[in-house]
């Protein structure tokens, strides 16, 4: 290489490539009550996709027809979310960031257990 960097290291393949890219994505979250927008970060939106965001970013671009259905995939996906509510300054104004921190496929016999237990300690 001219610069001489890139000499001094072991060829990095496209996965180096794929580690690089970040996610950063913004949804809108609902059921039957209401919706809230969120934002999905790196290993939460990797578990949504199935992929790293290089990977995806290269589908996008070389396949779309893959691209959809891997959307597609990740909204129909059953997922259990972990929601942090951060409050935010915003010039003058405050805010309400929701950041999604845990994404897991559900298990309803131990979530609805666990509500169950919650609940009864508020009665």
Known sequence: AEDGIRD???SRG???????????VQAKVSDHTNFLKVLIMDEEAKELFGRDAGELEAIQTLNAAEF????TEALFRERLW?????FDEYNPH????????GLEAPDFVTANATMLETLENFA
Not at 18 to 24: A, L, T
Not at 68 to 71: I, P, R
Not at 82 to 86: G, H, M, S
Request: avoid cysteine; proline fraction near 0%; hydrophobic fraction near 40%.
């Open 8 to 10: 001094a290291q072991e």
């Open 14 to 24: 496209l996965g180096d490539v794929y580690k690089r890219q970040r996610y950063m």
């Open 82 to 86: 972990t929601v942090q509510a951060r």
């Open 68 to 71: 959809k259905t891997a959307l």
């Open 94 to 101: 405050f805010r309400v960031k929701f950041v999604i921190k």
